[in-house]
């Protein structure tokens, strides 16, 4: 990566809006008790999410990896009213820090958190979804698109992070390289869905399911 690049990456972040206190608390602790915090998401792609909940309306979200809640608590923060966000999480640790900042923030009522392992929990989910954030689990990527994307609505959007997976996908030779770069291709050439693979951070795609035309005569 080049210098100017870099540069640019730190600007676009220095451009982005400030998060909340609560958000902050999430970050904190995250780096404190964790002493790992580079799986948080972070403000330019839950950034992202925010702004694509509030200007589309969208109510019922899914997140897939919930890690200390930030990209969660950031979406919970904008949902319209009777908004309310399902995430999929396996850690207990992880799900602790979440819970207290979620309960400290006042809006942990929005926010259901389902324990356990996603591949299977999130086989029972209703459908319904106006937003699919998937953040876990790269090498099940695949999986996850065909089990979740019948349970988008119409016009429904599927956000997907680390589609570049750290260049990996450009050679992809690990499970996770692949598999990212099997979603990443069978996404960029389903007909239902209209896609647009962004470079912001680790890449993210987002991709909207195409409501279905009507049957003429
Ligand atoms: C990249 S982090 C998610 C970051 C989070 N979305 C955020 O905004 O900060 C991925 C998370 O997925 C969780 N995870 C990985 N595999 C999982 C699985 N099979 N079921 C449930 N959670 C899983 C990990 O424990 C981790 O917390």
């Not at 207990?92 to 926010?111: C, H, M, N, P, W």
């Not at 050439?189 to 795609?205: A, C, F, N, P, S």
């Amino acid at each position: 990566m080049t210098d100017t690049y870099e540069q640019l990456q730190q600007y676009a972040k220095d451009h982005t809006s400030r998060e909340s206190e609560s958000l902050q608390f999430i970050v904190k602790a995250t780096a404190e008790e964790l002493q790992y915090d580079d799986m948080l998401s972070g403000r330019q792609v839950a950034g992202l999410l925010r702004l694509l909940i509030q200007t589309g309306n969208l109510k019922q979200i899914l997140e897939v990896g919930m890690f200390t809640g930030y990209a969660t608590l950031s979406m919970a923060e904008v949902l319209p009213e009777g908004g309310r966000i399902t995430t999929l999480e396996m850690n207990t640790l992880y799900k602790s820090v979440a819970e207290r900042a979620f309960s400290k923030s006042g809006l942990a009522d929005r926010i259901e958190i389902i324990f356990g392992n996603a591949r299977e929990t999130c086989v029972s989910l209703e459908g319904g979804l106006d937003l699919i954030f998937l953040d876990a689990d790269k090498q099940y990527y695949p999986e996850y698109y065909k089990i979740l994307k019948p349970k988008l609505t119409s016009g429904g959007l599927f956000v997907i992070d680390n589609v570049f997976w750290h260049g990996g996908v450009l050679e992809p030779s690990d499970r996770k390289s692949r598999a990212i770069d099997e979603l990443n291709n069978m996404i960029a050439k389903d007909d239902e869905m209209e896609t647009v693979m962004l470079d912001i951070r680790d890449g993210i795609t987002i991709s909207r399911k195409k409501p279905a035309k009507p049957i003429s005569d």
